[in-house]
């Protein structure tokens, strides 16, 4: 196996056009049914309070799937007014403590420009080269996780062996660049950076799982619990010692495109918001 494996090429989509208006198969055809929107802003006061509820819920969902770990893990957005300033989580704050007040705002420098709370070193120098160096990425989630962490350690990508992990297919990259050490010299985000052009994850060898989302902090935020969920299901059907089946490469291609859009995950994450922003109302405080 080289030391640093290629990037994958996404081959042309083998899902069918829809040709009616709508971004996804699992938007409904028949009118007047209630199903999640994106919102339109007339202000972006509101465009930004509504990211800033959604990064939180993020952060709340990380603490429910056990994402915790010290302080360690980071999530982002970039201000729709200010594309050079990202929102994230405080530091040495809980996921389940972050509440839309003590959310902080930084520059790429790793200034804090608005918030009482200083910055996490290694958010910031791994966020902030992926959100300078890409400017179409909107969204970053990092945590150190059990499964993803045991993962990485394997130098490798994830298998084709359920509609779940093809979401992933050819869309997911590994990179050895710094692999277990910890990044807080700037170098290493820029090591790390390059890697997400095109792809939505990565498996940091002995490190764990970034996310990156060209769409909103949901699709971000999803595709981190899922992938999460995929390792720790590859790692179970690896431990009965038997190989598994995998899915072609052309059924894989063809779930990527219905499963694993962003669009479909920022739709995941809609029911996960709307639970935690009715169970946990102190996230907006």
């Not at 996804?24 to 929107?37: C, K, T, W």
């Not at 910055?119 to 059990?146: K, Q, W, Y």
Request: net charge negative; glycine share 6%; charged share 20%.
């Amino acid at each position: 196996m080289p030391a640093v494996l290629d990037r994958p090429t996404k081959e042309k989509s083998t899902a069918p056009a829809l040709g009616d208006g709508r971004t996804s198969i699992y938007q409904p055809v028949q009118p007047g049914l209630i199903f999640p929107q994106r919102p339109e802003f007339d202000r972006v006061e509101d465009e930004r309070q509504h990211l800033k509820q959604r990064l939180v819920a993020a952060c709340r969902a990380f603490a429910r799937e056990g994402f915790d770990y010290g302080f360690a893990g980071h999530l982002t957005v970039r201000d729709p007014e200010h594309p050079e300033l990202y929102w994230t989580n405080p530091m040495c704050v809980h996921f389940n403590q972050v509440k839309v007040s003590n959310l902080i705002l930084a520059d790429h420098k790793g200034k804090v420009v608005e918030g009482r709370h200083a910055i996490n070193r290694a958010g910031f120098v791994l966020h902030a080269a992926v959100h300078e160096a890409h400017p179409d990425i909107v969204s970053m989630c990092h945590a150190h996780t059990v499964y993803g962490t045991a993962f990485a350690a394997l130098g490798r990508p994830l298998d084709p062996i359920s509609q779940d992990a093809a979401a992933f297919f050819e869309d997911h990259v590994v990179i050895n660049d710094e692999a277990g050490q910890v990044a807080v010299e700037e170098r290493a985000g820029m090591a790390v950076c390059d890697w997400f052009k095109g792809v939505k994850a990565a498996i940091h060898q002995n490190h764990g799982l970034l996310t990156a989302s060209r769409h909103s902090i949901e699709a971000a935020a999803f595709w981190f619990i899922a992938l999460e969920r995929c390792c720790r299901q590859q790692l179970l059907v690896e431990a009965t010692g038997h190989k598994p089946v995998m899915v072609s490469a052309e059924r894989a291609r063809y779930s990527r495109e219905h499963v694993g859009s962003e669009y479909i995950g920022w739709l995941h994450f809609q029911p996960i918001y709307e639970h935690i922003a009715a169970t946990q109302p102190d996230m907006f405080g």
